[in-house]
């Protein structure tokens, strides 16, 4: 019981700061908010993802790529020009370590804001911190795993952000249907999106890329848009009216 609290409560809050934190704000500006909560939203991503923490910069500027050339030979990770998703995995890793590094220079026009914390950025992606939490990771399923199998489930601990990028950009640009003639090969993956928290809504998303609820039809549920809107109520954060194309 214990190994599968912890799972899931690593699976969702590693997903909600990565569609929240590193999606719907630092790569897309769907809300502002005071310098303190962004710093909050900045550590709790580094805590929840752990040993696969994504630098929000990085990870920005790929994403306004991945829009700009959505299913073109200059999207970093369309699914349709590798052989497997393992292969778009080790492209896209590829490209976001230039970005980590600066040894690649945006396009002007994706040089918009991109939230960062000099420290706790290098030490996010340092081995030392990935090893870390890696430790911890197998020291809870050694002190709590009641069967050899849960073991099996440790290696998506260690890589939890690049799985769900993987899933979100190799099945959300492949299987599902379309609202939108988009001009690319986004899809909307429903009913499997819910346990990816509205990230599978490619589709929707791509046709209105800076509209915080990702969901377009009646039965198209977006579970973060109701806790981006409570914020919004409580002032945490500040919802921005959508451009709509």
Request: hydrophobic share 40%.
């Amino acid at each position: 019981m214990y190994i599968l609290i912890f799972f899931l409560a690593h699976w969702f809050l590693s997903l909600f700061f990565q569609t929240f934190y590193l999606h719907r704000y630092a790569s897309h500006r769907m809300f502002s908010t005071h310098k303190i909560n962004e710093r909050i939203f900045h550590f709790l991503t580094f805590i929840c993802q752990g040993s696969s923490f994504l630098n929000p910069r990085a990870y920005a500027l790929m994403h306004r790529e991945h829009h700009a050339y959505s299913d073109t030979e200059k999207d970093p990770h369309s699914p349709h020009f590798f052989r497997d998703v393992f292969q778009m995995m080790y492209y896209t890793s590829k490209s976001y370590g230039e970005h980590v590094r600066r040894l690649k220079q945006p396009e002007h026009r994706f040089n918009g804001y991109c939230p960062e914390w000099t420290l706790l950025d290098r030490w996010g992606s340092t081995y030392a911190s990935r090893l870390m939490f890696i430790a911890f990771y197998t020291w809870f399923y050694i002190t709590f795993a009641t069967a050899w199998w849960m073991f099996l489930l440790l290696p998506i601990h260690f890589l939890m952000g690049p799985i769900h990028g993987a899933i979100v950009n190799w099945c959300g640009h492949k299987y599902g249907y379309s609202n939108f003639d988009n001009g690319d090969k986004s899809k909307n993956s429903t009913p499997f999106d819910f346990l990816m928290l509205g990230e599978l809504f490619q589709n929707n998303h791509h046709r209105h890329p800076n509209k915080a609820n990702f969901g377009a039809k009646w039965f198209e549920v977006d579970p973060v848009y109701p806790v981006m809107k409570f914020m919004h109520w409580v002032r945490i954060i500040r919802l921005r009216k959508p451009v709509v194309a």
